[in-house]
């Protein structure tokens, strides 16, 4: 149980566009889900926090214009990198959560953005 | 800033042999700690949470807790090939809920 998907796995894109990034947990209802970013040999950083039906919080230094986070159901949260730059490349990882009281993060597989 | 710090490795053990990973973190006021496993170009996979200060054991792995000296570890005994990975210790503050993650420390078990 407990499995988060993500889509797509992998992308590649020109610079100037956009991408959407799917979250989604397949067998159980995410309250929460988070939005990570890990950059080669470096560990995973929080982008933005959402709730179902509530604006996302962002972490300092992310650019929530940018990023635009949409968590419209309990099973689905997409991040749209707008007009994508090479050095928005990165492995963008969500992952969710059950219930407010809940301790585990359920991990996505992650997507690989490439922005040439 | 809530900072969680970690040897980045590697660290290079025999097959059979123990792994030890430390982790130490900066906020007094965090209240779970979290042990990941990451292979290479893959998302952390949870091997364990603590909560509360000593041990707490869970078939090879034995996550122990001192928050007095703000130190978390991870035992990993009867080292295998396949626990060859980055470990991630991640710590958890109860007002935030959000998870902030070390660097992580590589793990290399040699056959």
């Known amino acids: 149980g407990a499995v988060v998907s993500q889509h797509p796995s992998w992308v590649i894109c020109k610079s100037g566009t956009s991408v959407k990034i799917e979250c989604r947990s397949l067998d159980f209802q995410a309250t929460t889900m988070f939005w990570y970013r890990q950059f080669p040999k470096q560990s995973l950083m929080l982008m933005a926090t959402s709730n179902e039906g509530s604006k996302a919080t962002y972490e300092q230094g992310v650019e929530k214009d940018k990023f635009l986070i949409n968590h419209a159901s309990l099973t689905l949260s997409t991040l749209t990198v707008t007009s994508a730059h090479p050095e928005d490349s990165s492995f963008y990882i969500c992952?969710?959560?059950?219930?407010?009281?809940?301790?585990?993060?359920?991990f996505g597989p992650g997507t690989r953005l490439t922005v040439t | 800033q809530k900072e969680v710090e970690q040897n980045s490795g590697p660290l290079s053990v025999p097959e059979g042999a123990i792994a030890s990973l430390n982790c130490t973190y900066s906020d007094r006021g965090s209240q779970s700690f979290f042990w990941y496993r990451q292979y290479s170009g893959k998302s952390p996979e949870l091997i364990m949470f603590i909560y509360s200060n000593g041990d707490k054991e869970d078939g090879r792995f034995t996550a122990q807790l001192n928050k007095a000296s703000q130190y978390v570890s991870l035992l990993i005994r009867d080292s295998q090939p396949s626990d060859s990975a980055t470990y991630l210790c991640?710590?958890?503050?109860?007002?935030?809920?959000?998870?902030?993650f070390g660097k992580g420390t590589m793990l290399l078990v040699s056959p």
């Open positions: 991640a710590v958890m503050n109860s007002g935030y809920s959000t998870l902030t």
């Open positions: 992952s969710a959560r059950q219930g407010p009281h809940s301790y585990e993060q359920y």
